[in-house]
């Protein structure tokens, strides 16, 4: 572990900085991910960039009605706290919350999380479900990338080599929506998940009828996806248990899991039914129980 | 090539000359002398190196010590005020909550930052506050115990 440490202290310095260094600088912001890499699984960078001194991008912030945005230094633990993704987004707050342990979560970034394209990073799910959108920013300028079209491949996104990840924007749901995300690990703390799973539910005013289902799948494929055979089944539906089921098959038939030392492709794929099945059973409680609370 | 390095540390400021890649965990050990705090996995695994960084529990192993120049860091050796133990220390020598020990610092400060807080923790708080800490001897339950000691007398 030898290498250069650039510290910049604003935006504008650090992309002049990685527009220098492209590849050879490797991007460090809560270091839970890039410190494990560099001491366990021998990765060598020349230069590391760290964000840590970014003020700017240390925020939560509330857009007027219409969604949040997350600066890229956003940690787990600072997402899960916030009285704003608490009130709206109960799913991305459950991913937070089940990253690692507190330790974990006080150093880890929502954005770190993203970047480091994990096919089971915690946060991708709900973030999928939710529609966010990341801002991508360079000194040749700013673009917006919708987060199912971010990642590539494990550890592989379409971040260039001059870019940094600015913030996640995450638009305002409709009111009556239920949302979860739910992680199975064999134990509650320190997990990679063995499957993730992310289910939000649209109700009309009446409580019956699903205005809009979105399910996105952690661990089940090369990234973070959303089942969308799945969500067609319920979208505009009245709600009944069959119809769940059907959208559990469909989900688990969308997946392209792996077989790994945390668990085998078929038991992944009967996990992929049986979690989207009480998660969407959970989404669609918390829909009926209140509106915007979750 | 050292760059130099300000540390807060215990309310007291550290001038000091180091390479860029150490860590925190090391800087603190080796440059500090401050070996309370120790060296499990050093991957973040352990939690053996928990620190205070700004009142809240971080692993030192996985923090690159020259980036956290402008932060508060409270190490174990920090506890004790005036030479009066933390209740959380004097209910883990009252209730036997110490066995090898070699987990016990980064378990306190996690503890710490739970009842500074959460001064009335329930046992499931207490459970997720130390999930990141693992006590190989197994001794968990004797902890849970003396967090209650601890928080009737806070």
């Given at each position: 572990m030898r290498f250069e440490l650039l510290q910049p202290r604003s935006l504008p310095e650090a992309l002049e900085m990685k527009g220098k260094y492209g590849d050879k600088a490797k991007?460090?912001?809560?270091?839970?991910?890039?410190?494990?890499l560099m001491k366990e699984r021998g990765l060598r960078t020349e230069v590391v960039l760290s964000l840590r001194g970014i003020r700017e991008l240390d925020f939560i912030r509330s857009q007027d009605g219409r969604g949040v945005t997350l600066g890229a230094l956003a940690t787990h633990s600072a997402v899960a706290r916030s009285s704003i993704i608490r009130k709206n987004?109960?799913?991305?707050?459950?991913?937070?919350?089940?990253?690692?342990?507190?330790?974990?979560?006080?150093?880890?970034?929502?954005?770190?999380?993203?970047?480091?394209?994990?096919?089971?990073?915690?946060?991708?799910?709900?973030?999928l479900v939710l529609d966010a959108v990341l801002t991508l920013a360079s000194t040749r300028g700013e673009r917006r990338v919708p987060i199912h079209e971010f990642f590539l491949g494990?550890?592989?996104?379409?971040?260039?080599?001059?870019?940094?990840?600015?913030?996640?924007?995450?638009?305002?749901?409709?009111?009556?929506?239920?949302?979860?995300?739910?992680?199975l690990g064999k134990r509650k703390a320190m997990e990679i998940a063995i499957i993730g799973i992310g289910v939000a539910i649209h109700l009309n005013g009446s409580d019956r009828e699903i205005t809009d289902c979105r399910i996105a799948m952690g661990s089940v494929a090369p990234t973070p996806v959303r089942a969308r055979q799945g969500e067609e089944i319920l979208r505009g539906q009245e709600v009944n248990d069959e119809l769940?089921?059907?959208?559990?098959?469909?989900?688990?038939?969308?997946?392209?899991?792996i077989s790994d030392v945390r668990g085998s492709r078929e038991y992944r794929l009967d996990m992929i039914r049986v979690l989207c099945r009480r998660a969407t059973r959970a989404a669609l409680a918390r829909a009926r129980g209140n509106g915007v609370e979750g | 090539m050292k760059i130099p390095v300000t540390l807060k540390v215990n309310g007291e400021t550290y001038e000091l000359a180091i390479a860029p890649h150490r860590t925190l965990l090391d800087v603190l050990r080796e440059e500090i002398q401050l070996t309370g705090t120790k060296k499990g996995c050093d991957v973040g695994d352990c939690g053996a190196c928990t620190v205070l960084l700004d009142g809240k529990p971080v692993n030192s192993c996985l923090i690159l010590a020259a980036t956290v120049q402008n932060s508060e860091i409270l190490t174990i050796e920090g506890l004790a005020?005036?030479?009066?133990?933390?209740?959380?220390?004097?209910?883990?020598?009252?209730?036997?909550?110490?066995?090898?020990?070699?987990?016990?610092?980064?378990?306190?400060?996690?503890?710490?930052?739970?009842?500074?807080?959460?001064?009335?923790?329930?046992?499931?708080?207490v459970k997720t506050a130390m999930a990141g800490n693992l006590c190989r001897c197994t001794g968990y339950t004797k902890m849970f115990k003396a967090v209650e000691t601890a928080t009737r007398s806070l």
């Amino acid at each position: 572990m030898r290498f250069e440490l650039l510290q910049p202290r604003s935006l504008p310095e650090a992309l002049e900085m990685k527009g220098k260094y492209g590849d050879k600088a490797k991007l460090l912001a809560g270091g839970t991910d890039l410190m494990v890499l560099m001491k366990e699984r021998g990765l060598r960078t020349e230069v590391v960039l760290s964000l840590r001194g970014i003020r700017e991008l240390d925020f939560i912030r509330s857009q007027d009605g219409r969604g949040v945005t997350l600066g890229a230094l956003a940690t787990h633990s600072a997402v899960a706290r916030s009285s704003i993704i608490r009130k709206n987004f109960p799913d991305l707050v459950e991913a937070c919350a089940q990253v690692s342990c507190i330790q974990i979560q006080n150093l880890g970034t929502v954005g770190g999380n993203l970047c480091n394209a994990s096919p089971a990073a915690d946060a991708a799910p709900p973030l999928l479900v939710l529609d966010a959108v990341l801002t991508l920013a360079s000194t040749r300028g700013e673009r917006r990338v919708p987060i199912h079209e971010f990642f590539l491949g494990p550890r592989q996104t379409v971040l260039m080599s001059d870019e940094i990840l600015k913030e996640v924007f995450i638009p305002q749901t409709a009111d009556r929506r239920g949302a979860t995300y739910l992680k199975l690990g064999k134990r509650k703390a320190m997990e990679i998940a063995i499957i993730g799973i992310g289910v939000a539910i649209h109700l009309n005013g009446s409580d019956r009828e699903i205005t809009d289902c979105r399910i996105a799948m952690g661990s089940v494929a090369p990234t973070p996806v959303r089942a969308r055979q799945g969500e067609e089944i319920l979208r505009g539906q009245e709600v009944n248990d069959e119809l769940i089921e059907e959208t559990a098959v469909a989900a688990a038939e969308e997946a392209r899991p792996i077989s790994d030392v945390r668990g085998s492709r078929e038991y992944r794929l009967d996990m992929i039914r049986v979690l989207c099945r009480r998660a969407t059973r959970a989404a669609l409680a918390r829909a009926r129980g209140n509106g915007v609370e979750g | 090539m050292k760059i130099p390095v300000t540390l807060k540390v215990n309310g007291e400021t550290y001038e000091l000359a180091i390479a860029p890649h150490r860590t925190l965990l090391d800087v603190l050990r080796e440059e500090i002398q401050l070996t309370g705090t120790k060296k499990g996995c050093d991957v973040g695994d352990c939690g053996a190196c928990t620190v205070l960084l700004d009142g809240k529990p971080v692993n030192s192993c996985l923090i690159l010590a020259a980036t956290v120049q402008n932060s508060e860091i409270l190490t174990i050796e920090g506890l004790a005020k005036n030479g009066k133990l933390h209740p959380l220390q004097k209910a883990f020598l009252k209730d036997g909550a110490v066995q090898c020990g070699f987990c016990t610092p980064g378990v306190l400060m996690s503890l710490k930052a739970l009842v500074d807080t959460n001064p009335s923790p329930t046992l499931d708080d207490v459970k997720t506050a130390m999930a990141g800490n693992l006590c190989r001897c197994t001794g968990y339950t004797k902890m849970f115990k003396a967090v209650e000691t601890a928080t009737r007398s806070l």
